[in-house]
């Protein structure tokens, strides 16, 4: 059964760079059917989609956030990390990775973790 | 960039009562692609539907997914407890701004 577990600081200093980390276990990130997702939840809000990338470092970006993003991925250890640089308080949320299906009946967010609160404070 | 609406904001309904949830595009699209997803609090979001009316696997079929073009809509038959959450329809990278289900 495919699980992912987002991992980081849960304490981030307003202009440093909030990096985390998911990792993907019961599955592989190799596969041209599936990308893999970062999202994040401000509290009391809704859903907003950070960015997607795949296998072989294709990348995608939510157009607000596209100059302070980066996805990267390590499919040897089966992971993959977000890294927002310059925060401010408005970046406090709860982050969730997630794998995203392609295919002939769409995107769509199929498999999630369990998600991490990340606080922008000095 | 799609706007998805969602509708009501909140919906006050009892156990066993029927729920109809409403999401409207702000372009139509051809295809369908269109998911439903519930959330409830402290938890990641789950998918239930895809591709517009797809169950996804282990969702009871008291869930069903309709529409096309711009309006699209979540039917749950006869609410149980558990139903009681927030959902949010999505297409691509947009999420609605979410319906909350509570027990009236």
């Known amino acids: 059964q495919l699980q992912l577990q987002e991992s980081g600081p849960g304490l981030v200093k307003p202009s440093e760079t909030l990096s985390l980390t998911c990792t993907v276990s019961g599955g592989s990130l190799n596969s041209g059917s599936y990308y893999w997702v970062w999202s994040r939840q401000p509290p009391g809000k809704g859903l907003e989609w950070i960015g997607s990338i795949n296998y072989s470092e294709t990348t995608y970006y939510t157009a607000s956030l596209k100059s302070r993003v980066t996805l990267s991925i390590d499919t040897s250890k089966n992971q993959f990390f977000l890294n927002l640089r310059s925060v401010t308080a408005a970046d406090t949320a709860v982050y969730y990775c997630?794998?995203?299906?392609?295919?002939?009946?769409?995107?769509?967010?199929?498999?999630w973790g369990q998600g991490e609160l990340v606080t922008v404070s000095s | 960039e799609i706007v998805l609406t969602q509708s009501p904001g909140t919906l006050s309904l009892s156990p066993g009562e029927r729920a109809t949830l409403s999401c409207r595009a702000s372009?139509?699209?051809?295809?369908?692609?269109l998911a439903w997803y519930q959330q409830k609090p402290g938890q990641a979001p789950r998918l239930l539907i895809y591709?517009?009316?797809t169950r996804a696997t282990g969702v009871p079929d008291r869930f069903s997914g309709s529409g096309s073009g711009t309006d699209f809509t979540l039917t749950i038959s006869r609410l149980e407890l558990e139903d009681f959450a927030v959902y949010y329809c999505q297409r691509y990278g947009y999420f609605g701004q979410g319906t909350k289900l509570e027990i009236k």
């Open positions: 372009q139509s699209f051809s295809d369908n692609y």
């Open positions: 591709g517009a009316s």
């Open positions: 997630a794998r995203l299906s392609v295919g002939s009946w769409g995107n769509f967010f199929d498999t």
